[in-house]
């Protein structure tokens, strides 16, 4: 399994609009075979910042979703131009078999 968090900020005046952005993304994403969860959290207090929890089953199905039509749609079509990616990690298991 592989694990990828990634921290938005949306530009100003862009908040609601990246939020509905990633509602569509979200949707979509959950829908890929190799997609096990993908999850977007807002900020409480900074309503402009948006954290993305997603895990997939293998690097070939993270590679699929960042191939995929939605995420050129949505991330590189829009989020890209009203948002800054400031931050995106990839973690494994700490112990191997334990998603289970």
């Not at 829908?31 to 959290?41: F, S």
């Not at 997939?56 to 939605?70: C, F, G, K, N, P």
């Amino acid at each position: 399994m592989v694990v990828l968090a990634v921290t938005w900020t949306a530009n100003p005046g862009n908040e609601e609009e990246m939020a509905e952005v990633f509602r569509s993304l979200e949707n979509a994403s959950r829908r890929e075979p190799g997609c096990l969860m993908y999850i977007v959290h807002r900020h409480r207090e900074r309503p402009a910042q948006f954290f993305v929890y997603e895990q997939y089953a293998d690097e070939a199905a993270l590679e699929t979703h960042r191939q995929s039509a939605h995420f050129q749609q949505y991330v590189v079509g829009v989020l890209s131009g009203i948002g800054v990616r400031v931050r995106g990690d990839l973690y494994d298991l700490l112990t191997p078999g334990s998603s289970k």
